[in-house]
């Protein structure tokens, strides 16, 4: 029956309107190119007839191709599968099929289903007579066409079998040799679903399914595997079936501290131009010094460049000034016996001279001619040395000489800077910097700047600012990425918009245990990333959240991005950016050790403790002029209360505990800002006597 191994294939679209004008029929067409374009060379479409919604006319046409020598190995109808009074194709079929197959209908209306509940309102059915297997398909060109691709790939393989080919040989590969070369996936549950979604997606689905009803869903679309065993709500369970507490485990500050360490991504080395951009960075490379600093032998006061005996004799003469070397390039005579330079302060030693007399040590003798110029000076030392005020080449920096380590950072102090520009560096091996996208999350968020009043509820955005600044601060380049609002969808796209921009996105806002917390479940189901923490025990910023998640970068390798969930209430969120975030940055960056600074500090007054979490009180440390460093806290410590943190240099490390630490305890601060000072007055310089 089939020449080659090419199926052929009729089509019968059934439509009173189309019998009439030929012109208003889509569908025949759309699914010749189905057969053409995704039929993997399988298909030969024979014909396209167009009939009336009318039963002895479909069945005379069907049959004509099922029954007798030119009978065709497959026949797809489009149209007349609806609920109207008019619609007759499955009445038409179903009495001319010898078998039915229930699982061709199943496999359609499944498929269609994921599109569109309105896939029920279609009636298809489905079936061998003779040796042609029949299927009807809806008659909207968008439906027909999905309904033929669900089931395409396994059409060859049911076609030989009605056409009768031998099914023990049909069969010897086993199923996997057959979902092979039907190019289906596996057999297991979880592979047909990702069969199922990849078929859907491929072929735009939230586009309406074309019934004439519309159907707006925005699906999330999964490109990842839920990752091994999300802990995170399902959203889509609804409030009521959520969990009543958080289900990652509460960790120690320490803890969430290595698995940030953990699983930040090793820096990056680039190279980098030697410029001020570089302040802040971390060389990775030891840098060595190609030229010698100083490059000549060079003057270090004003005088005269001379031969000085070496045979013990006197020094002293009056001597012939036979040129000049001032500290500009450019050629200078050698100085001959009996002669002098007149040299300055970083000049060359012309060539021949061995020593440098100070202006000081001599006396003008006599003028030239035009009394411009100094003709003889005498010098009034004895014994001049050999060396004496000269800087020799390398003396500060020799060639080969290591002169900054890989690791060092350039600091905005300028000594690093100066030392790579002395050496004539243009370019350095740095580690590269991450850059960060900051995002606010909540559908109660307006942006701070919104002219007019509040509605009720509504909440002005000062996270997103004031993370910004603080991260700009620190010396990284920063994204803002707007406000995302608590759907699912929105929040999906655009995490994984910013994926594509940023190496570290911070959020905050939607990590308590609020109905609405979608981040997690997001990070978790839809990026495929895993949550490293999720709440950590610490006064405030309980609710932190650490996640990365996998992506291939522009070159295709696998990297991990990092996702920092921030506490909505503002102080929380800036205590643990400086807590949490900043390490993170500064293992991304090379920058070590991580970090803010430690330094032991004592207190000005008495501290209650909080009786179950450590506490990172925000504290003003001041240096007193004893040398005292002291820290008094910045006032009522709510984590909501955002005037906690004006002023506020430190974050003081209490312990957990039940009693109150008494004026003049020592304990740990991390110093956010810088130390302030206690003086009022200028300090006097000691008296050198
Ligand atoms: C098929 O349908 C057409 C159009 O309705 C009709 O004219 C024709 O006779 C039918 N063919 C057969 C073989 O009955
Ligand atoms: C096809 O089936 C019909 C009805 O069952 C029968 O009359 C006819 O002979 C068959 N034709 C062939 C070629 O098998
Ligand atoms: C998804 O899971 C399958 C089967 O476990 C695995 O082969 C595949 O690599 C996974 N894909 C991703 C993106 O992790
Ligand atoms: C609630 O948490 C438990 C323990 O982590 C987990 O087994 C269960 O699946 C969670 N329930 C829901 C609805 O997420």
Known sequence: MSDAGILKAKILVVSTTASKDPSTDASGGILTNVFETEGAGKWKVEEVKIVGDDVLEIQRNVTAWTDGENAVNLIISTGGTGFAVSDTTPEAITPLLHKQAPGLVHGMLAASLAVTPFALMSRPVAGVRNKTIIVTLPGSPKGAKENLQSILKLLPH????????????????????????????????????????????????????????????????????????????DPSLGPSRRNRSSPYPMLSVDDALKLIEEHTPSPQVIKAKVDGGLVGSVLAEDVTATEAVPAYRASIVDGYAVIAPTDGASSKGTFPVASISHA???????????????????APLPPGANSVVMVEDTVLKTLTDDGAEEKEVEILAEDVKEGENIREIGSDIKTGE?????????????????????????????????????????????????????????????????????????????????IARDKPGALEETLRDALRKVDVIITSGGVSMGELDLLKPTIERSLGGTIHFGRVSMKPGKPTTFATVPVKDNSGNRVNKVIFSLPGNPVSAVVTLHLFVLPSLHHFSGVSPAGLPRISVVLEHEFRLDPQRPEYHRAIVTMNRNGLVTASSTGGQRSSKVGSLKSANALLCMPAGKETLPHGTRVDALLMGHIRSGLTDPIPFPNPN
């Open 158 to 233: 049911a076609c030989s079998q009605a056409a009768g080919a031998d099914s023990r040989a049909l069969h010897a590969g086993g199923i996997k040799k057959l979902e092979k070369d039907a190019g289906v996936g596996g057999s297991s549950t979880k592979a047909s679903n990702s069969h199922n979604h990849n078929h859907l997606h491929s072929h735009g689905h939230s586009h309406g399914h074309g019934h004439g009803h519309s159907h707006g869903h925005s699906m999330p679309v999964r490109h990842t595997n839920v990752s091994e065993n999300p802990k995170s709500n």
């Open 402 to 482: 290591v002169i900054l380590k890989k690791g060092e950072e350039i600091s905005a102090v300028g000594g690093e800077l100066g030392l790579l520009a002395s050496v004539g560096r243009a370019e350095v091996s740095i580690f590269k910097k991450p850059v960060i996208g900051v995002l606010s999350t909540g559908d109660e968020i307006v942006e701070h700047s919104r002219p007019g009043g509040l509605k009720l509820g509504e909440v002005r955005d000062c996270n997103r600012p004031t993370i910004t600044s603080a991260i700009r601060g620190w010396g990284f380049d920063v994204v803002d990425l707007g």
């Open 328 to 346: 500009t390039p450019g050629e200078i005579e050698p100085l001959e016996a009996g002669q002098i330079t007149r040299i300055t302060t970083g």
